[in-house]
Each structure stands twice: as structure tokens, then as C-alpha cells.
């Protein structure tokens, strides 16, 4: 296929955290929000005069220093977040929002905050609880959290209007951008697609590390030019696979995956599309008041681990199940970071539950945080692949 326009600008972008597109916003003045998860919602901290940034550790190799502040039975990325911070990578930061869901990631940004590394005048570090159970006292719960530790600290620390008309036109450029991610990533559901998964998550991942409103140009454009682009006459991948897990902000995982032959039609991890880049509609007329409208969504929408009620634990394989299905995939491959306490039980779980009570072939892996030339994880979705294969000469998925 024809290379897509604005691809190679997005591959050198996400090369760094503070990118052209971050220092273009701060030099307007803008106040640069560091968010490390999926929970808090991101549409609140991209409200007028802030953005925010998903914070990662790309191209990183070695984790020396970040393990020794976090020993070596944490979680890779967590650790390679902080080897960043010690390195100097986040002094772009005015601000860091992380969630108490994950404890792992509540000691990397302790560490962050306690070690000074953000040395921007005012910089704050504020930790937000999360709930566990997706009922009405967890929507509260993350309304009151949101109401305290996200919206009223923006305000007080940065004047940041938190009305009701600034909410709103957030959410209006959050849809924008959804609206289009949507647009790029349904094309993944043709039998000749006309989008890699890898060139879909680069634009994916494009949208949680750089200012939304500076991202939409390029956005607008790719959209265009994809619905002439022409696919190649015979793709060339063996099978379709859906990917889900944990944290996935290197795309060259996905290029790997791709590379060996199994085409990424779906995401259904962090970082990715589902959940992450669907609308926000509110209801204006209902009275019920915007900000617990989208911590609703947001509880109702979270695919995590975290949330250990009966019916989100049995949700969650479902949700995989139906996006599988709708993007007619022939396998799941799950996987999750070394030493992650959460996927490291759902995974075992889904894994289990993916293949005995809807019958998909499924990968398990764990691995390193840093994987785009790992030849062990090669190795095993050419196995996979071939296994799948076999399975479809003989009639079953
Ligand atoms: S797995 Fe859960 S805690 Fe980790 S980033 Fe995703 S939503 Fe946040
Ligand atoms: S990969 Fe797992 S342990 Fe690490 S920050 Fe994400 S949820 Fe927490």
C-alpha cells in the first residue's frame, strides 16, 4: 500500500515525550498534564488552558536506576517511567494525575514526586482513588475524586475554568478526535484493510501523547486520504488476531505481531482504542450533572482488572469475545508486562475462560516492557500463528 502521508512524522514523535507538538502547547501558555492510566477521566484534564500527556519511556534499554528504587519484582513499565523521570525526561510536566488502582504505579509516582524530578514552577504530583466495584457508590466515589483531586486542584493551581461550557467544549474535541480514530480503526474490520494495525496504533497512541486540538489537522487528513487509499491485492497476513492485556505503548510490538503474519484487527488493551476512543454523549436536559455523566461512562466503560465485582470480572471476557468476533478475528493473543499484578491474574483467567467457553485460540504472554525485537516473543506467535492454521484446516476456530 501507499505509505500514509503523516505516518513517518507520528513514528519520529513518538519518539519522546516532550514532543514538537507538546512545546508548541506550553509555549501557548498551556499547562501540560502528565496521566499514567485510563481511569481518571482524560477528558478532564484537556479541559481549556491544560492537556494531557500519557506518560511512557520510549526507546528505553536500560531500567538500572529505576529498579533500584523499585526493586526488580516490579512492573517494567512502572520502572521505566521512573529510569525517565531520573534521567531528566519529565521536566516538561506541570502536573501528574495517577490513580491509586494500581499500587505499582502510585510508588513510581511517589518516586517522581519525592525525588523532585519535575521541577517546574508549582508542579504537583496528586494521586486519585479509584473505585473497585462499577456500582452506583463507585460512580460516586469517582465523582468525589474527580470533583476534589482532579477538577477543584486544576482550578486552584492553575485557574483552570472547571464550568460546566468548559467541560463541555472538552468533551466536544474529545469526540472530534474519537470521531475520527473510530473512522481509521473500523477499516481494520475489512477482509483487504486498508489500515495496518501498527499504522493504527501510531495514530492511536498519537492521540494520548500530544495536544488533541494540534493532533486534529493530521487527523482530519488521514481520514480523507484512507477512503481512497487501495489496499494491497492479497494482504499479507496468515491470520487476524485481536490483541488485549495490559499497557501497550510501543507500536513496534504491533509492527512485530504483524511482521510475523498475524494482522492486529483489534485493540483491547491501554493505550489503544477500546475502551479509550469512544464519544462522551451527555444528556444536557436530564439535570443529572456533567461530571457524573462521564465518570458513569468512564466506570461503565473500564476494562481493567481493578474492578473485581462478579459481573465486570465476566464482562470483560464477553467484551473480548464480541470485538473478536465483529473484527472477524481467528485468535486472541492477551499479554501483559512482566511482574503486572493485575493482568497477571486476569490473564490467567481469561486466557482460560477465551478458549473453554468461547472457544478462541488464544496466546498468553507475558513480556518485557521494551519488545520491538524480541525473537522469544517472535517465536511464539509463529507458533501461534501455525497453530491457528492447523485449527482452520480442520474446520474449528
Ligand atoms: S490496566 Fe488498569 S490500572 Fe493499568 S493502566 Fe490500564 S486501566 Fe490503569
Ligand atoms: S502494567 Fe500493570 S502493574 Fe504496571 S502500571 Fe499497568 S496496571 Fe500497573
Not at 464550568?163 to 472530534?176: C, F, G, P, Q, Y
Not at 436530564?286 to 457524573?292: F, I, K
Not at 481493567?304 to 481467528?330: F, G, H, Q
Request: hydrophobic content about 35%.
Amino acid at each position: 500500500m501507499k505509505d500514509l502521508k503523516h505516518l513517518y512524522y507520528l513514528e519520529n514523535l513518538l519518539q519522546e515525550n516532550n514532543n514538537e507538538l507538546v512545546r508548541q502547547a506550553r509555549e501557548q501558555g498551556r499547562k501540560c498534564v502528565g496521566t499514567v492510566c485510563y481511569q481518571i477521566p482524560e477528558v478532564l484534564l484537556n479541559l481549556p488552558g491544560c492537556f494531557s500527556v500519557r506518560m511512557r519511556a520510549p526507546r528505553t534499554s536500560s531500567m538500572e536506576m529505576g529498579t533500584y528504587y523499585m526493586t526488580s519484582l516490579t512492573c517494567e513499565y512502572c520502572r521505566a517511567l521512573l529510569e525517565r523521570g531520573l534521567e531528566g525526561g519529565f521536566q516538561f510536566l506541570d502536573c501528574l494525575f495517577d490513580p491509586a488502582s494500581c499500587s505499582q504505579m502510585a510508588d513510581c509516582a511517589e518516586n517522581i514526586e519525592k525525588l523532585e524530578l519535575c521541577t517546574a514552577p508549582g508542579f504537583f504530583a496528586q494521586h486519585v482513588d479509584t473505585p473497585m466495584k462499577d456500582d452506583e457508590n463507585g460512580v460516586s466515589h469517582m465523582v468525589n475524586m474527580c470533583r476534589v483531586r482532579v477538577l477543584q486542584k486544576l482550578h486552584e493551581a492553575f485557574g483552570v475554568d472547571v464550568s460546566d461550557e468548559a467541560i463541555l467544549k472538552a468533551v466536544e474535541l474529545h469526540n472530534e478526535v474519537c470521531g475520527l480514530i473510530t473512522e481509521l480503526g473500523r477499516y481494520r474490520a475489512e477482509l483487504r484493510p486498508r489500515i495496518t494495525g501498527y499504522e493504527f496504533s501510531v495514530f492511536c497512541l498519537a492521540t494520548y501523547c500530544c495536544p488533541k486540538d494540534l493532533l486534529l489537522p493530521i487527523l482530519r487528513e488521514t481520514a480523507e486520504e484512507l477512503k481512497t487509499r487501495e489496499p494491497d491485492e492479497k494482504p499479507p497476513y496468515r491470520i487476524r488476531v485481536a490483541v488485549a492485556g495490559a499497557e501497550i505503548d510501543d507500536p513496534d510490538f504491533i509492527k512485530l505481531i504483524e511482521d510475523t503474519g498475524a494482522y492486529v484487527a483489534v485493540d483491547r488493551y491501554c493505550f489503544g482504542s477500546f475502551p479509550g476512543r469512544q464519544r462522551i454523549e451527555l444528556d444536557t436536559e436530564s439535570g443529572e450533572d456533567l461530571l457524573t455523566q462521564i465518570c458513569r461512562k468512564y466506570v461503565a466503560e473500564c476494562q481493567c482488572p481493578r474492578y473485581m465485582n462478579t459481573s465486570k470480572v465476566a464482562s470483560r471476557k464477553a467484551y473480548i469475545d464480541r470485538l473478536a468476533r465483529e473484527y472477524s478475528c481467528d485468535g486472541v493473543i492477551l499479554q501483559q508486562i512482566n511482574f503486572c499484578n493485575f493482568w497477571g491474574y486476569e490473564r490467567a483467567g481469561a486466557a482460560h475462560v477465551l478458549t473453554t467457553d468461547y472457544s478462541w485460540p488464544v496466546l498468553s504472554i507475558d513480556r518485557p516492557y521494551t519488545v520491538g525485537m524480541s525473537g522469544q516473543i517472535r517465536t511464539r506467535v509463529q507458533a501461534f500463528i501455525e497453530r491457528v492454521e492447523l485449527k482452520k484446516m480442520g474446520g474449528n476456530r
